[in-house]
Protein backbone atom coordinates (compact mmCIF):
# COMPACT_ATOMS: atom_id res chain seq x y z
CA UNK A 1 0.00 0.00 0.00
CA UNK A 2 3.16 2.58 0.89
CA UNK A 3 4.76 1.79 -2.37
CA UNK A 4 1.08 1.69 -4.68
CA UNK A 5 0.15 5.60 -2.38
CA UNK A 6 4.05 6.64 -2.98
CA UNK A 7 4.32 5.93 -6.80
CA UNK A 8 0.42 7.37 -7.41
CA UNK A 9 0.61 11.28 -5.65
CA UNK A 10 5.01 11.67 -5.17
CA UNK A 11 6.45 12.50 -8.95
CA UNK A 12 10.20 11.44 -9.16
CA UNK A 13 10.23 9.47 -5.87
CA UNK A 14 13.40 7.84 -6.14
CA UNK A 15 14.57 11.37 -5.96
CA UNK A 16 14.41 11.79 -2.13
CA UNK A 17 17.62 14.12 -2.18
CA UNK A 18 15.45 17.14 -3.79
CA UNK A 19 13.98 19.49 -1.80
CA UNK A 20 10.62 19.05 -3.76
CA UNK A 21 10.46 15.30 -3.66
CA UNK A 22 10.56 15.45 0.23
CA UNK A 23 7.96 17.93 0.72
CA UNK A 24 5.61 15.94 -1.83
CA UNK A 25 6.08 13.44 0.88
CA UNK A 26 5.61 15.05 3.37
CA UNK A 27 2.31 16.43 2.06
CA UNK A 28 1.21 12.50 1.45
CA UNK A 29 2.14 11.61 4.80
CA UNK A 30 0.00 14.28 6.24
CA UNK A 31 -2.79 14.35 3.74
CA UNK A 32 -3.09 9.93 5.07
CA UNK A 33 -2.80 10.89 8.40
CA UNK A 34 -5.77 13.62 7.88
CA UNK A 35 -8.03 11.19 6.77
CA UNK A 36 -6.87 8.00 8.27
CA UNK A 37 -7.66 9.33 11.89
CA UNK A 38 -10.34 11.38 11.22
CA UNK A 39 -12.07 8.19 10.16
CA UNK A 40 -11.07 6.43 13.77
CA UNK A 41 -12.16 9.62 15.72
CA UNK A 42 -15.41 9.66 13.74
CA UNK A 43 -16.07 5.46 14.56
CA UNK A 44 -14.50 5.97 18.32
CA UNK A 45 -16.47 9.17 19.14
CA UNK A 46 -20.00 7.49 18.18
CA UNK A 47 -19.02 4.54 20.07
CA UNK A 48 -18.16 6.47 22.61
CA UNK A 49 -21.26 7.94 23.09
CA UNK A 50 -24.04 5.13 21.80
CA UNK A 51 -22.05 3.14 24.72
CA UNK A 52 -21.45 5.78 27.16
CA UNK A 53 -17.71 4.76 27.38
CA UNK A 54 -15.30 7.90 28.26
CA UNK A 55 -12.13 5.82 27.71
CA UNK A 56 -13.16 5.31 24.49
CA UNK A 57 -14.62 8.99 24.02
CA UNK A 58 -10.85 9.92 25.29
CA UNK A 59 -9.08 7.33 22.73
CA UNK A 60 -11.74 9.32 19.89
CA UNK A 61 -10.33 12.85 21.24
CA UNK A 62 -6.45 11.14 21.24
CA UNK A 63 -7.04 10.05 17.54
CA UNK A 64 -8.53 13.86 15.96
CA UNK A 65 -5.69 14.98 18.17
CA UNK A 66 -3.08 12.95 15.56
CA UNK A 67 -5.94 14.64 12.71
CA UNK A 68 -4.64 17.65 13.87
CA UNK A 69 -1.36 16.99 14.20
CA UNK A 70 -0.94 15.71 10.65
CA UNK A 71 -2.66 18.77 9.83
CA UNK A 72 0.18 21.22 10.92
CA UNK A 73 2.74 18.27 9.96
CA UNK A 74 1.12 19.34 6.16
CA UNK A 75 1.60 22.83 6.70
CA UNK A 76 5.13 22.62 7.98
CA UNK A 77 6.31 20.22 5.32
CA UNK A 78 5.01 23.08 2.50
CA UNK A 79 6.90 25.38 4.95
CA UNK A 80 9.67 24.16 4.79
CA UNK A 81 9.24 23.48 0.64
CA UNK A 82 9.50 27.47 0.41
CA UNK A 83 12.84 28.35 -0.92
CA UNK A 84 15.27 30.78 1.10
CA UNK A 85 14.46 34.80 0.49
CA UNK A 86 16.40 37.90 1.49
CA UNK A 87 14.46 37.82 5.36
CA UNK A 88 15.02 33.89 5.43
CA UNK A 89 18.63 33.46 3.68
CA UNK A 90 18.94 29.97 5.44
CA UNK A 91 15.63 28.39 3.99
CA UNK A 92 12.21 27.69 5.70
CA UNK A 93 12.98 23.94 6.49
CA UNK A 94 12.59 24.68 10.32
CA UNK A 95 9.40 25.28 10.11
CA UNK A 96 8.67 21.70 10.25
CA UNK A 97 10.23 21.73 13.56
CA UNK A 98 7.88 24.55 14.46
CA UNK A 99 5.11 22.67 13.28
CA UNK A 100 5.88 19.63 15.57
CA UNK A 101 6.40 22.03 18.34
CA UNK A 102 2.71 23.49 18.18
CA UNK A 103 1.11 20.13 17.81
CA UNK A 104 2.69 18.82 20.77
CA UNK A 105 1.08 22.11 22.80
CA UNK A 106 -2.16 20.89 21.03
CA UNK A 107 -1.36 17.47 22.67
CA UNK A 108 -1.08 18.73 26.21
CA UNK A 109 -4.28 20.45 26.29
CA UNK A 110 -6.39 17.88 25.03
CA UNK A 111 -4.58 15.44 27.58
CA UNK A 112 -5.47 18.06 30.64
CA UNK A 113 -8.93 17.91 29.16
CA UNK A 114 -9.26 14.40 29.48
CA UNK A 115 -8.01 14.15 32.46
CA UNK A 116 -10.58 16.51 34.02
CA UNK A 117 -13.88 14.70 32.39
CA UNK A 118 -12.92 11.44 33.52
CA UNK A 119 -11.90 12.07 36.78
CA UNK A 120 -15.39 13.25 37.08
CA UNK A 121 -16.23 9.79 35.32
CA UNK A 122 -14.95 8.32 38.50
CA UNK A 123 -16.35 10.53 40.76
CA UNK A 124 -20.13 10.01 39.13
CA UNK A 125 -19.58 6.65 37.55
CA UNK A 126 -21.72 5.38 34.81
CA UNK A 127 -22.13 2.09 33.80
CA UNK A 128 -20.20 1.54 30.28
CA UNK A 129 -22.26 -1.24 27.71
CA UNK A 130 -20.43 -3.35 26.18
CA UNK A 131 -20.87 -5.46 22.74
CA UNK A 132 -18.82 -6.66 20.15
CA UNK A 133 -19.68 -3.56 17.72
CA UNK A 134 -17.67 -1.89 19.99
CA UNK A 135 -14.65 -4.34 20.28
CA UNK A 136 -15.09 -4.54 16.43
CA UNK A 137 -14.59 -1.13 16.14
CA UNK A 138 -11.47 -0.87 18.70
CA UNK A 139 -9.77 -3.25 16.53
CA UNK A 140 -10.71 -1.95 13.61
CA UNK A 141 -8.64 0.94 14.83
CA UNK A 142 -5.88 -1.17 16.05
CA UNK A 143 -5.05 -2.47 12.85
CA UNK A 144 -5.01 1.00 11.15
CA UNK A 145 -2.82 2.30 13.92
CA UNK A 146 -0.21 -0.38 12.65
CA UNK A 147 -0.46 0.41 9.40
CA UNK A 148 0.18 4.38 10.30
CA UNK A 149 2.90 3.23 12.10
CA UNK A 150 4.46 1.22 8.97
CA UNK A 151 3.77 3.73 6.33
CA UNK A 152 5.20 6.76 8.82
CA UNK A 153 8.00 4.70 9.66
CA UNK A 154 8.96 3.78 5.99
CA UNK A 155 8.21 7.59 4.69
CA UNK A 156 10.45 9.03 7.97
CA UNK A 157 13.71 6.48 6.57
CA UNK A 158 13.14 7.59 3.09
CA UNK A 159 13.36 11.02 3.70
CA UNK A 160 15.00 11.23 6.56
CA UNK A 161 12.29 13.39 8.72
CA UNK A 162 12.34 12.98 12.46
CA UNK A 163 8.99 14.28 12.36
CA UNK A 164 7.58 11.46 10.63
CA UNK A 165 9.85 9.07 12.28
CA UNK A 166 8.09 10.36 16.04
CA UNK A 167 4.72 10.09 14.00
CA UNK A 168 5.25 6.51 13.35
CA UNK A 169 6.65 6.16 17.13
CA UNK A 170 2.98 7.93 18.31
CA UNK A 171 1.01 5.67 16.12
CA UNK A 172 2.67 2.28 17.78
CA UNK A 173 1.70 4.09 21.01
CA UNK A 174 -1.65 4.54 19.79
CA UNK A 175 -2.10 0.57 19.46
CA UNK A 176 -0.96 0.00 22.92
CA UNK A 177 -3.23 2.81 24.61
CA UNK A 178 -6.25 1.56 22.34
CA UNK A 179 -5.33 -2.19 23.16
CA UNK A 180 -6.10 -1.01 26.61
CA UNK A 181 -9.33 0.31 26.23
CA UNK A 182 -10.30 -2.71 24.57
CA UNK A 183 -9.02 -5.13 27.48
CA UNK A 184 -10.84 -2.15 30.02
CA UNK A 185 -14.01 -2.46 28.41
CA UNK A 186 -13.97 -6.53 28.24
CA UNK A 187 -12.93 -6.83 31.93
CA UNK A 188 -15.50 -4.38 32.73
CA UNK A 189 -18.36 -6.41 30.86
CA UNK A 190 -17.35 -9.64 32.04
CA UNK A 191 -16.35 -9.13 35.72
CA UNK A 192 -18.85 -6.11 36.98
CA UNK A 193 -15.86 -3.98 37.66
CA UNK A 194 -16.21 -0.80 36.18
CA UNK A 195 -12.94 0.43 34.84
CA UNK A 196 -13.73 3.07 31.98
CA UNK A 197 -13.13 6.76 34.35
CA UNK A 198 -9.93 4.78 35.44
CA UNK A 199 -8.48 3.84 31.56
CA UNK A 200 -9.66 6.93 30.66
CA UNK A 201 -7.22 8.72 33.21
CA UNK A 202 -4.85 6.41 31.84
CA UNK A 203 -5.14 6.88 28.33
CA UNK A 204 -5.07 10.88 29.16
CA UNK A 205 -2.04 10.47 31.04
CA UNK A 206 -0.30 9.03 28.15
CA UNK A 207 -1.48 11.39 25.69
CA UNK A 208 -0.21 13.88 28.12
CA UNK A 209 3.07 12.23 28.61
CA UNK A 210 3.48 12.00 24.80
CA UNK A 211 2.94 15.52 24.24
CA UNK A 212 5.64 16.33 26.48
CA UNK A 213 7.95 14.18 25.06
CA UNK A 214 6.99 15.55 21.53
CA UNK A 215 7.85 19.05 23.09
CA UNK A 216 11.07 17.82 23.75
CA UNK A 217 11.73 16.14 20.56
CA UNK A 218 10.66 18.96 18.52
CA UNK A 219 12.56 21.56 20.31
CA UNK A 220 15.57 19.85 20.50
CA UNK A 221 16.60 20.57 16.76
CA UNK A 222 15.59 24.50 17.60
CA UNK A 223 17.78 24.60 20.25
CA UNK A 224 20.50 23.06 18.66
CA UNK A 225 22.07 19.61 19.25
CA UNK A 226 25.29 18.00 17.93
CA UNK A 227 25.12 16.38 14.48
CA UNK A 228 24.70 12.48 13.62
CA UNK A 229 28.29 10.92 13.78
CA UNK A 230 27.51 9.51 10.39
CA UNK A 231 27.67 12.85 8.73
CA UNK A 232 30.71 13.89 10.85
CA UNK A 233 32.64 10.68 9.92
CA UNK A 234 31.56 11.36 6.05
CA UNK A 235 32.95 14.91 6.02
CA UNK A 236 36.15 13.66 7.99
CA UNK A 237 37.09 11.06 5.71
CA UNK A 238 36.25 12.95 2.71
CA UNK A 239 38.43 16.01 3.51
CA UNK A 240 40.78 14.00 4.36
CA UNK A 241 40.70 11.84 0.93
CA UNK A 242 42.36 14.77 -0.60
CA UNK A 243 46.26 14.70 -0.92
CA UNK A 244 47.75 17.75 0.64
CA UNK A 245 45.01 17.70 4.01
CA UNK A 246 47.42 16.92 7.11
CA UNK A 247 44.74 17.17 9.90
CA UNK A 248 41.37 18.74 10.93
CA UNK A 249 39.96 20.21 13.95
CA UNK A 250 37.40 22.66 14.73
CA UNK A 251 34.68 21.14 12.57
CA UNK A 252 31.41 22.72 13.34
CA UNK A 253 27.83 21.65 12.03
CA UNK A 254 24.86 24.33 11.40
CA UNK A 255 21.55 22.66 10.76
CA UNK A 256 19.13 25.03 9.65
CA UNK A 257 15.85 22.12 8.58
CA UNK A 258 16.31 18.69 7.56
CA UNK A 259 18.83 18.59 4.55
CA UNK A 260 20.02 22.31 5.34
CA UNK A 261 23.66 21.85 6.68
CA UNK A 262 26.61 24.26 6.95
CA UNK A 263 29.60 24.22 8.10
CA UNK A 264 33.35 25.29 9.02
CA UNK A 265 36.42 23.43 9.67
CA UNK A 266 40.04 24.40 9.79
CA UNK A 267 41.86 22.07 7.82
CA UNK A 268 45.90 22.09 8.38
CA UNK A 269 48.25 22.15 4.96
CA UNK A 270 52.14 22.13 4.86
CA UNK A 271 53.42 25.62 5.44
CA UNK A 272 56.65 24.83 2.28
CA UNK A 273 53.53 24.51 0.37
CA UNK A 274 52.81 27.60 -2.35
CA UNK A 275 49.75 29.43 -0.48
CA UNK A 276 48.45 29.33 -4.04
CA UNK A 277 48.42 25.49 -4.42
CA UNK A 278 47.06 25.51 -0.90
CA UNK A 279 44.36 27.95 -1.72
CA UNK A 280 43.44 26.07 -4.70
CA UNK A 281 43.04 23.08 -2.81
CA UNK A 282 40.58 24.50 0.28
CA UNK A 283 38.25 25.86 -3.15
CA UNK A 284 37.79 22.69 -4.55
CA UNK A 285 37.36 20.90 -1.32
CA UNK A 286 34.44 23.48 -0.45
CA UNK A 287 33.04 22.78 -4.07
CA UNK A 288 33.13 19.51 -3.99
CA UNK A 289 31.08 19.39 -1.09
CA UNK A 290 28.27 21.78 -1.89
CA UNK A 291 27.73 19.96 -5.86
CA UNK A 292 28.28 16.32 -3.88
CA UNK A 293 26.79 16.46 -0.69
CA UNK A 294 24.76 19.39 -0.16
CA UNK A 295 26.56 21.11 2.08
CA UNK A 296 27.95 24.68 2.29
CA UNK A 297 31.36 24.23 3.54
CA UNK A 298 33.69 26.89 4.59
CA UNK A 299 37.46 26.57 5.35
CA UNK A 300 39.90 27.79 7.79
CA UNK A 301 43.64 27.31 6.24
CA UNK A 302 45.84 26.32 8.88
CA UNK A 303 49.62 26.25 7.94
CA UNK A 304 51.95 23.46 9.80
CA UNK A 305 55.38 22.89 9.99
CA UNK A 306 56.19 19.29 9.24
CA UNK A 307 59.75 20.02 7.98
CA UNK A 308 61.23 20.43 11.47
CA UNK A 309 62.82 17.68 13.24
CA UNK A 310 63.01 19.29 16.61
CA UNK A 311 59.36 20.53 16.83
CA UNK A 312 58.11 17.39 15.38
CA UNK A 313 60.08 15.35 18.07
CA UNK A 314 58.36 17.69 20.98
CA UNK A 315 54.77 17.69 19.22
CA UNK A 316 55.06 13.66 19.67
CA UNK A 317 56.01 13.89 23.07
CA UNK A 318 53.58 16.65 23.96
CA UNK A 319 50.73 13.72 22.15
CA UNK A 320 52.44 10.95 24.73
CA UNK A 321 51.73 13.05 27.74
CA UNK A 322 47.95 13.93 26.78
CA UNK A 323 47.17 10.37 26.10
CA UNK A 324 48.34 9.59 29.24
CA UNK A 325 46.28 11.87 31.21
CA UNK A 326 43.03 10.59 29.04
CA UNK A 327 42.34 8.79 25.88
CA UNK A 328 39.17 11.52 25.17
CA UNK A 329 41.76 14.55 25.28
CA UNK A 330 43.63 16.09 22.22
CA UNK A 331 45.55 18.83 21.14
CA UNK A 332 45.72 21.13 17.58
CA UNK A 333 47.67 24.27 16.25
CA UNK A 334 50.62 23.13 18.35
CA UNK A 335 53.65 25.29 17.25
CA UNK A 336 56.83 26.27 18.98
CA UNK A 337 58.50 29.48 19.48
CA UNK A 338 62.24 28.73 20.35
CA UNK A 339 63.98 31.24 22.56
CA UNK A 340 67.23 31.58 24.18
CA UNK A 341 66.36 31.14 27.70
CA UNK A 342 62.54 29.46 27.40
CA UNK A 343 60.65 28.36 24.34
CA UNK A 344 57.20 28.60 24.29
CA UNK A 345 54.70 25.53 23.48
CA UNK A 346 51.45 26.79 22.19
CA UNK A 347 48.70 24.59 21.23
CA UNK A 348 44.64 24.39 22.14
CA UNK A 349 43.68 21.64 24.18
CA UNK A 350 40.73 19.40 23.23
CA UNK A 351 38.58 18.56 26.54
CA UNK A 352 35.39 17.32 26.57
CA UNK A 353 32.91 18.99 28.53
CA UNK A 354 31.60 16.29 30.94
CA UNK A 355 35.69 15.58 31.68
CA UNK A 356 36.30 14.87 35.11
CA UNK A 357 39.08 17.60 35.78
CA UNK A 358 38.68 21.22 36.04
CA UNK A 359 39.89 22.97 32.98
CA UNK A 360 42.20 25.14 35.32
CA UNK A 361 43.90 22.14 37.26
CA UNK A 362 44.18 20.06 33.46
CA UNK A 363 46.20 23.16 31.85
CA UNK A 364 48.23 23.24 35.05
CA UNK A 365 48.91 19.40 35.59
CA UNK A 366 49.86 19.47 31.48
CA UNK A 367 51.56 22.59 31.99
CA UNK A 368 54.15 20.61 34.67
CA UNK A 369 54.41 17.51 32.61
CA UNK A 370 56.25 19.67 29.80
CA UNK A 371 58.25 21.38 32.34
CA UNK A 372 59.08 17.80 33.51
CA UNK A 373 60.50 17.58 29.90
CA UNK A 374 62.64 20.77 30.21
CA UNK A 375 62.65 23.08 32.24
CA UNK A 376 62.75 25.94 29.43
CA UNK A 377 59.74 24.93 28.40
CA UNK A 378 56.40 26.86 28.67
CA UNK A 379 53.38 25.91 27.60
CA UNK A 380 50.99 28.17 26.14
CA UNK A 381 47.48 25.89 25.95
CA UNK A 382 44.04 27.59 25.16
CA UNK A 383 41.25 25.07 26.10
CA UNK A 384 39.31 23.95 23.33
CA UNK A 385 36.21 21.98 24.62
CA UNK A 386 34.25 19.68 22.13
CA UNK A 387 30.36 19.11 21.50
CA UNK A 388 30.30 15.90 21.37
CA UNK A 389 32.51 12.77 23.46
CA UNK A 390 35.43 12.15 20.90
CA UNK A 391 35.31 8.58 19.07
CA UNK A 392 38.63 6.42 19.03
CA UNK A 393 37.58 5.64 15.39
CA UNK A 394 38.24 8.81 14.24
CA UNK A 395 41.20 10.06 15.66
CA UNK A 396 42.55 6.58 14.15
CA UNK A 397 41.48 7.83 11.11
CA UNK A 398 43.11 11.07 11.02
CA UNK A 399 46.26 10.22 12.66
CA UNK A 400 46.67 7.64 9.63
CA UNK A 401 45.82 9.94 7.40
CA UNK A 402 48.40 12.98 8.55
CA UNK A 403 52.28 12.37 9.27
CA UNK A 404 51.53 15.12 11.97
CA UNK A 405 51.76 12.63 14.65
CA UNK A 406 48.67 14.63 16.74
CA UNK A 407 45.18 13.94 17.80
CA UNK A 408 42.56 17.02 16.01
CA UNK A 409 40.02 17.77 17.81
CA UNK A 410 36.04 18.11 16.84
CA UNK A 411 34.00 20.97 17.69
CA UNK A 412 30.23 20.37 16.28
CA UNK A 413 27.30 22.38 16.81
CA UNK A 414 23.85 22.94 15.17
CA UNK A 415 22.98 26.44 15.86
CA UNK A 416 22.03 29.09 14.19
CA UNK A 417 24.54 31.73 14.77
Known amino acids: MTNFLVRLFVKDYQ ?11 GQLAGFVGIASNFLLFAIKFIVGTLFHSISITADAVNN ?12 GFKLAGKPADAEHPYGHARSEYISGLAVSFIIIVLGLQLIKSSMAKILDPSPAEFSWLLAGALIFSILVKLWQALFNSRIGERIKSYTLKATAADSRNDVLATAA ?18 MGVAVALFILISGIQLVKETSDPLLGTAPKKELVQKIYSKILSYDGILGIH ?21 ASE ?41 REKVAAIVREISPRLGFHDFRVVWGVTHSNLIFDLEVPYDFEILDSELMETVAA ?3 ALDSTYNAVITI ?34
Open 181 to 198: VLAAAAISHFSGVNLDGY
Open 64 to 75: LSDSGSSLVTLV
Open 274 to 314: DIMVSHDLIDNIERDFQEELGIHLVIHLDPVDIDDERTNAL
Open 250 to 270: DLNVHTYGPGRHFASVHCEVS
Open 15 to 25: NTASPRVREKY
Open 384 to 417: DHDYVPRVEAEAEMRQEASPVPQKEGVELEDNCH
Open 369 to 371: KIR
